[in-house]
């Protein structure tokens, strides 16, 4: 039994939908928050088994979010779902703010519990429950992490378009590659202000990103051993950064792993967004028996 969203179609934004959309159910949530003024606008289309990848691209460029999630085939009995995503210029293998957004959309339809995301990069469990307060909590397991050192090449072009130093990054946390499902530069900064501070070369970048194959840069600042802040700036989905990167935030327990820092089951905060007034709050759990990182985060409908 396919999902019928005839009534569960929701306008974009505060603002009248615009009419020349395409007439596909597109759902809008906002993921890693529980007030749609903050975390990271989703949309969701729960049947998109009649469109091809151009119409895809052209609703996901319609609705603007850094990314959109569409339910190709799906097996409703098993809570199985077959999902792409697309932001605004391209496909992406897999987005964690989405698959988020998709699993609270699904769980407030079919109730909660375990549901299987196939995605470009393989299997994706999620778990949704309901908090004590009646909101969802959706928990992916992520495909097997890795994280290597960054090149010197690599990291020169990339501190050269960011408008960093050497000086900047924090000597404790190296530069590395880290994968979760898609591949993301990570790199730590010295304090807190040196991150507040972003103004990069938004073409220069997406070059560096688009050149190396990376989604998201991940800038990271320890505020502790279990409370990170994070920003992540993505020019190559034409968004100037991302409020909450569920997928950068996996490949960052990759990253935690290969460093020798996840030694016991380990619980990481992660705060995102706040310098671009959507704060957002993740929560990364990682265990040595595993590079699978589990990222937690809420969603709520934006009306």
Do not use: K
């Amino acid at each position: 039994m396919d999902i019928d969203v005839s009534e569960t179609t929701r306008p974009n934004r505060a603002e009248p939908a615009d009419q020349t959309e395409p007439a596909t159910g597109v759902l809008r949530y906002s993921a890693f928050t529980d007030d749609p003024a903050g975390g990271n606008p989703a949309g969701v289309v729960l049947d998109a088994s009649g469109l091809d990848d151009t119409e895809m691209l052209a609703v996901a460029a319609s609705v603007g979010y850094s990314e959109t999630a569409f339910v190709i085939a799906q097996d409703v009995a098993a809570r199985r779902f077959t999902v792409r995503y697309f932001s605004p210029l391209a496909e992406v293998a897999f987005c964690g703010h989405a698959t988020v957004a998709l699993a609270v959309a699904l769980a407030e339809r079919l109730g909660p519990g375990e549901i299987v995301l196939d995605t470009p990069v393989g299997e994706v469990p999620v778990a949704t429950r309901v908090t004590g307060d009646g909101a969802v909590l959706a928990t992916l397991t992520s495909v097997p992490t890795r994280s290597r050192p960054a090149t010197t090449g690599e990291l020169d072009s990339a501190l050269a378009a960011l408008r960093w130093t050497h000086d900047d990054l924090d000597p404790a946390l190296p530069p590395h590659v880290a994968f979760g499902g898609n591949d993301h530069l990570v790199l730590a900064a010295t304090s807190r202000a040196r991150l507040a501070d972003l103004d990069y070369d938004f073409d220069g970048l997406a070059e560096v990103m688009r050149r190396h194959g990376w989604t998201t840069v991940h800038l990271v600042w320890r505020e502790s051993p279990e409370r990170f802040h994070a920003r992540d700036p993505f020019p190559v989905g034409g968004v100037v950064e991302d409020p909450a990167t569920g997928a950068a935030a996996a490949a960052f327990g990759g990253y935690l792993h290969a460093l020798g820092l996840v030694t016991g089951p380990t619980t990481i905060r992660i705060r995102q967004g706040e310098d671009m007034g959507r704060p957002s709050d993740l929560l990364l759990t990682l265990t040595p028996e595993t590079p699978r990182s589990r990222v937690a985060g809420r969603a709520v409908p934006i009306v």
